[in-house]
Structure formats: C-alpha cells, structure tokens
C-alpha cells in the first residue's frame, strides 16, 4: 500500500485525541469512520471538531464551506465491525492496557489483511500490542499530541515486529495530515515525550502534595522560570489526570524505577473523578 491508497480512515475512541485526529484526517480530503462505544462520546466529539473549525474560520485559515465538507467527511458508529473497509486505523481509546489488546484482538479479526494498525497511545507498548495480532508487522505507534489540531509532532514509534514498510508509509500519512514525524526508535515506556514530560508533571504534584507552593505558584514559576506556554499542573489537567496517572504507571511498572513512582495526590484527584478539563475540575475549577 502506499500513502494515496490511504483513503478511508479508522479513529478508535472520540475523545479529546480521537475527535482531533478525525479532524486532520478529515482536513485533508480523507473519509474519516469515528467509533466510539459511547453514542454521547461520538455527539461530544462531533460537537467539539465543529467548535474546533469555528476557531479556525474566526482565523480566516478556513471557509464556512471548508466546515461543511470536512464534517461532511467524518462518519460515527458504535459498532466496531463497520470499520471492515478502513485502510489505516488510528486507535486512540482510554489509556489502559488490557483495554487496547482487547480492542486490537478484535479489530485484527475484523479488517481487511492490508490495512494498517496505528496507536496513539501514549506509553503503552507496540510490541505488546501488536503481539495480540496475526500482523504484527502492520502495527505501529503513531503518537499525536494534545490539541491535534494545534500541535506539530507526531512521535512514531516502532514496536519490534514494526515493518520499515509501515513505519515509511506511518511517516508519510503523517506528513500528509501536516505534522512532523519524529523516531522513537526503541519502543520503550513513554518514549520521547512522555519519558520526559510525565516525571516533571508528577514532580509538580508532589510539589503541590508537600506544601511547597499553591497550584497557582506551581505553574507561574514554571511558565515564567522555564519558558514553558503553560504551567505543568494546568498541562495536566489538558492532558487528563487518568491519562497522565496511566502513563505513570506504565513507567513505574516498565521501567521499575521507584522515581516514577504516581504521586499519591494525583491518584486520589483520579479516584475523586476530578480528571481535569475533561471532568470540568482539576487542578483547577473549570465549572463555568
Ligand atoms: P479521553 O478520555 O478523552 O477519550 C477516550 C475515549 O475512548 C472515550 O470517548 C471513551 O468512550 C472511548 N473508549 C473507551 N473504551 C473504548 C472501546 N472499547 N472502544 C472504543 N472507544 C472506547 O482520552 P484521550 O485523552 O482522548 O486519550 C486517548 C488516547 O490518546 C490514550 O491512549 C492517551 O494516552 C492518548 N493520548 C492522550 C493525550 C492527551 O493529551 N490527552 C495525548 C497523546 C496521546
């Protein structure tokens, strides 16, 4: 297969990263089949890519018209079996591992023997992901970042049964969708981003967990002594807190370093369901 032969498009999950990578995919002339087993996951998700174009046209980047044919491209179901004519899948479901290899177990069963299996999960192992199919070959890590639309990278990452061929052709749809592909050439917990951005997030939890300073001083030494655009807590709750506290654990137990180890406040933000924007409370209170 090569990049043009890419035509339909599956996303797996219409949340925050879904709907955003629907939204790409979609921009450039791509059908786009959105599943979600949430039917209100898929609503919220359709809702928030218009909003997301609205941004865009305000900025005069895009048409009304632009709008119109990119939502026109981007399809929703709940049943998983109507993504049999997808030719690239980009799965991008709650951050938990036996979640994954239940989904691409099935998917592996459903597709047709070509198509290609990307996840964008953001520490959990390709290769043991792509153990749980008969194409491992075909299964590949294709990482975008929070908000898609917005952000320029995609990390790529190349689980050991990883193909040259769809690691290339893993690049070049990434390219197409206007993003730079870099190469996380091992396939190890957290990879680039997330090896090196988590720790510092969880860093700021402990900071906030030990009285050394509030949410609010937390972030503004960091913004303005880092030059960072946002303060780490505030980054966390874009991020989700069950998603930066899943990637945590996938580097505590990969790694089996106790420096990983999730800051206990974090773990109970996550049990109090407070996940940050998502959930409308995190570090801060985003109720209005
Ligand atoms: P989210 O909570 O916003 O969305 C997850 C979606 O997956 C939900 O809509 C949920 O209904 C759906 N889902 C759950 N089980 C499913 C199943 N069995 N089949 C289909 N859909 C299912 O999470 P998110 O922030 O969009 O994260 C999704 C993935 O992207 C995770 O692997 C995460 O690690 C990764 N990621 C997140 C970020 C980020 O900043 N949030 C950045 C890069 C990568």
């Not at 807590?233 to 930066?244: K, P, Q």
Request: net charge neutral; proline share 3%; charged share 20%.
């Amino acid at each position: 297969m090569n990049v043009q032969q890419i035509q339909k498009i599956g996303v797996i999950g219409a949340g925050q990263m879904g709907n955003g990578i629907a939204q790409v995919c979609a921009a450039v002339q791509l059908d786009v089949l959105m599943y979600d087993i949430s039917q209100t996951a898929l609503e919220k998700g359709l809702v928030t890519i218009g909003s997301s174009l609205d941004r865009l046209i305000k900025k005069s980047v895009i048409t009304e018209e632009d709008k119109k044919s990119i939502l026109s491209r981007v399809k929703t179901t709940t049943q998983m079996g109507d993504l049999k004519n997808s030719d690239f899948i980009i799965e991008a479901a709650t951050e938990k591992v036996d979640l994954k290899l239940k989904i691409f177990k099935e998917l592996d069963a459903i597709v047709k023997p070509e198509a290609i299996l990307a996840t964008n999960t953001s520490s959990i192992s390709i290769t043991q992901i792509a153990a749980v199919t008969i194409r491992p070959t075909q299964v590949v890590g294709m990482h975008f970042m929070n908000p898609v639309p917005l952000m320029k990278l995609v990390e790529g990452i190349k689980g050991l049964q990883t193909s040259s061929e769809t690691f290339a052709l893993t690049k070049q749809l990434s390219e197409k969708l206007g993003k730079v592909f870099v190469e996380s050439v091992k396939d190890m917990p957290g990879f680039i981003v997330n090896r090196i951005l988590m720790p510092m997030i969880n860093e700021a939890v402990y900071t906030l967990h030990e009285g050394i300073a509030s949410v609010e001083s937390i972030d503004q030494a960091m913004q303005l002594g880092t030059n960072q655009p946002m303060g780490p807590l505030t980054l966390a709750d874009f991020i989700g807190l069950d998603t930066c506290l899943a990637i945590m654990n996938v580097l505590h137990e990969g790694l089996g370093d106790s420096k990983y180890r999730p800051c206990p406040l974090l773990v109970k933000y996550v049990e109090a369901g407070w996940l940050g924007r998502k959930s409308g409370r995190g570090f801060y209170n985003y109720a209005k």
